[in-house]
């Protein structure tokens, strides 16, 4: 007798424990805290509300789930300005809560351009910028405007931080002024960007010397060092890019080039190879 009526207190046990499951559901919701609280619509049913529980990161948040709008304090369970999160909110499936402030939570630029130089090292130059105010690890894309148009020269990946860091990547200058523009992409494709004027300790505009194309060496040279574009006649498309005082031709196959340099530019033909 005793047997049997255990069997049954655990038949009812399990039964309870898979109508639970089944009427269970979880929303995972990844992000950056940006000292702002978040909000979350929570509707009421015949037995209570909707949502069952929160956790942040692995560890349960404390806020209070007997409300139709519950806000999660990131600051109460350790975060700070930055931080990435990963919530899981367990709730009725019978409803379904709505995070109402997604948008805050969202990776966002918000660094400062504190100085930009340009600095010759031995024949090479390098770009050198200071940046503060970095929310998150996010890259830096750099532009230079030659040829009256903005030209990508590189990307950095930022290390995220308040505090002031030093980036570099290598730059053929110009003579003279350059105009540089540093920015950094939002997921919501808006940008948040510096344009700075340097000095670039090149004295010399760099000239193109000639173009070789013998049986073993087939390049183009500079009388110094430059940042090069080849791209192809007949479509526009870029073939070759780089910065050096000569370009490598061997690789293009035989047609019409143009190659693009300083502020100038070239029209040249690949003979067969």
Request: aromatic share 10%; net charge positive; with cysteine.
């Amino acid at each position: 007798m005793l047997f049997n009526r255990i069997k049954r207190i655990f038949a009812v046990v399990i039964a309870c424990l898979s109508i639970n499951s089944v009427f269970s559901a979880e929303m995972e919701f990844g992000g950056m805290f940006f000292e702002q609280n978040m909000y979350i619509k929570n509707p009421s049913m015949e037995s209570g509300f909707c949502i069952k529980s929160i956790s942040v990161n692995g560890k349960s948040a404390n806020a209070n789930l007997n409300t139709g709008l519950v806000v999660v304090r990131f600051s109460e369970l350790g975060l700070k300005s930055g931080d990435l999160f990963n919530m899981v909110i367990n709730y009725d499936e019978n409803a379904k809560p709505v995070i109402i402030n997604k948008g805050a939570f969202v990776t966002k630029s918000t660094f400062v351009l504190v100085s930009a130089k340009i600095e010759q090292e031995g024949n090479d130059s390098k770009l050198y910028f200071t940046i503060k105010d970095e929310s998150s690890a996010m890259p830096f894309y750099i532009d230079h405007f030659r040829a009256n148009k903005w030209v990508r020269i590189g990307a950095v990946i930022g290390k995220g931080g308040m505090e002031e860091k030093t980036y570099s990547l290598p730059i053929a200058g110009l003579p003279g002024e350059n105009k540089i523009k540093i920015y950094q992409r939002n997921e919501d494709d808006t940008q948040r960007s510096f344009d700075v004027t340097v000095e670039s300790p090149k004295k010399e505009v760099v000239e193109l010397e000639k173009i070789v194309q013998k049986k073993n060496v087939k390049e183009i040279r500079f009388t110094g060092v430059t940042e090069y574009i080849i791209v192809d006649k007949a479509y526009g498309n870029i073939k070759l890019r780089g910065i050096g005082n000569k370009a490598d031709i061997s690789s293009l196959p035989k047609g019409k080039y143009f190659v693009t340099y300083e502020e100038k530019f070239k029209k040249f033909k690949r003979k067969k190879k």
